[in-house]
């Protein structure tokens, strides 16, 4: 449970900022300013961590207390800097190339992800428990190093002249600003419920396929060295047809076909217990059997969907967000996740020790379904050739 509760406090991270740097943003002429700013603050927060990391292992008083707030502080400084992200990127890449520059992004992440999962199974491995905090100390090194050079290397960008705003707006302007655009703009109003649907399909039962597999299904534990480094290679292959449909077809066909995708999840699950749990010879030196296939089925249908919800809601949204008024646009789309940061701890409470995964099943398949309605409803936003906005803006 703590553990759960310190993974939401750092994903609300990334989503409370946004909302009060609006009215900044808006006044800023130069956006790459304001994210380099931030990119030297979350630096120095991404090296700080090492320095408590080694000094929590070494038993030095509050270090743990240190090493949760540094975690929150870093992902709070990614969410400080995300909205001048967005806004470079809307204003330098044209629509029709977006989703090539967020599928290549996420497919060459997805494949370093893999990576690093070696490189933690080895620095976690019994001959490296004896160093311990030292082992810790280069993974939490590694990841310093390549914050740094992610940041550096986005510092780099140039951006064009922007239209800066007559007057500032307070945090609270812009909330009730975002209230009005709900209102107003039904396609925004779409997006939005449908992203409050997808982290909480995602937060209540998502998280529990793992645990669900191994108490349900009697799969072998060691199954999990294989389901999640197979989900994670699928999110990232997957993301080569999901960045043809956003610059092709549009982001609306993106969003329903990915939608599909979520909705089967699941249904698989629940259709899991089905699938006979009998050892059915040995894959990759691990015993399977057809529950065992079924939730690879499951796990690689997961990491697909939800590389096609990331592709097709950012770029969804950049289209859907005229210039004037994007930092209210994105920053009340953020703001509205901040308390559903915290559904994991609700799914863990819902699931209990009992093990109610069904319920979780259930709920899931009822809200994505309706996930699905609403995106369906959805009108595809582009811009013409011409430069001039399109419907819905």
């Keep these: 449970m703590g553990v759960g509760l310190l993974a939401s406090v750092i994903s609300a991270g990334w989503n409370w900022p946004p909302v009060l740097f609006a009215g900044v943003m808006e006044r800023t002429r130069s956006l790459m300013l304001h994210y380099r700013l931030w990119a030297v603050a979350r630096v120095a927060l991404a090296w700080a961590l090492l320095w408590a990391v080694l000094g929590?292992?070494?038993?030095?008083?509050?270090?743990?207390?240190?090493?949760?707030?540094?975690?929150?502080?870093?992902?709070?400084?990614?969410g400080c800097s995300?909205?001048?992200?967005?806004?470079?990127?809307?204003d330098t890449i044209p629509p029709r190339l977006r989703g090539r520059?967020?599928?290549?992004?996420?497919?060459?992440?997805?494949?370093?992800?893999?990576?690093?999962?070696?490189?933690?199974?080895?620095?976690?491995?019994?001959?490296?428990r004896a160093l311990f905090p030292s082992n810790y100390g280069w993974?939490?090194?590694?990841?310093?190093?390549?914050?740094?050079?992610?940041?550096?290397?986005?510092?780099?960008?140039?951006?064009?002249?922007?239209?800066?705003?007559?007057?500032?707006?307070?945090?609270?302007?812009?909330?009730?600003?975002?209230?009005r655009l709900l209102s107003r703009d039904p396609d925004y109003r779409s997006i939005v419920i449908a992203r409050l649907l997808l982290w909480t399909t995602s937060g209540l039962a998502l998280p529990f396929l793992v645990p669900f597999?191994?108490?349900?299904?009697?799969?072998?534990?060691?199954?999990?060295?294989?389901?999640?480094?197979?989900?994670?290679?699928?999110?990232?292959?997957s993301n080569v047809l999901w960045s043809y449909l956003s610059d092709g077809p549009g982001n609306r066909?993106?969003?329903?076909?990915?939608?599909?995708?979520?909705?089967?999840?699941?249904?698989?699950?629940?259709?899991?217990?089905?699938?006979?749990?009998?050892?059915?010879?040995?894959?990759?030196?691990?015993?399977?059997?057809?529950?065992?296939?079924?939730?690879?089925?499951?796990?690689?249908?997961?990491?697909?969907?939800r590389a096609g919800q990331m592709v097709g809601h950012t770029n969804y949204l950049l289209e859907l967000s005229p210039e004037r008024s994007r930092q209210t646009y994105l920053s009340f789309y953020y703001a509205t996740s901040v308390p559903l940061s915290f559904l994991p701890v609700l799914g863990a409470v819902l699931i209990g020790e009992e093990g109610r995964y069904e319920i979780g099943f259930a709920i899931t398949l009822l809200l994505s379904a309706l996930m699905l309605w609403v995106l369906y409803g959805l009108r595809e936003?582009?811009?013409d050739e011409s430069g001039t906005e399109g419907d819905g803006q």
């Design 82 to 90: 995300i909205l001048a992200f967005m806004s470079v990127v809307s």
């Design 56 to 78: 929590a292992g070494r038993g030095q008083p509050h270090a743990l207390w240190l090493v949760a707030g540094l975690m929150l502080a870093l992902s709070s400084a990614g």
């Design 381 to 383: 936003v582009r811009e």
């Design 253 to 305: 066909i993106l969003l329903v076909t990915s939608g599909l995708c979520y909705l089967v999840v699941p249904a698989m699950g629940l259709a899991a217990p089905l699938w006979s749990s009998q050892p059915a010879g040995t894959f990759l030196g691990v015993a399977t059997s057809p529950a065992f296939w079924w939730m690879l089925a499951v796990f690689v249908v997961a990491g697909v969907s």
């Design 101 to 128: 520059f967020f599928g290549i992004r996420y497919l060459l992440g997805g494949l370093l992800t893999l990576l690093g999962a070696w490189f933690v199974k080895r620095m976690l491995s019994e001959e490296q």
């Design 213 to 237: 597999a191994l108490d349900e299904l009697r799969v072998d534990p060691e199954a999990v060295g294989i389901f999640l480094p197979v989900s994670v290679l699928a999110y990232s292959l």
């Design 139 to 179: 993974l939490f090194g590694a990841s310093a190093l390549l914050q740094t050079l992610a940041v550096l290397a986005f510092s780099f960008s140039e951006e064009y002249p922007r239209r800066v705003a007559s007057r500032w707006l307070a945090p609270i302007a812009q909330l009730r600003r975002g209230r």
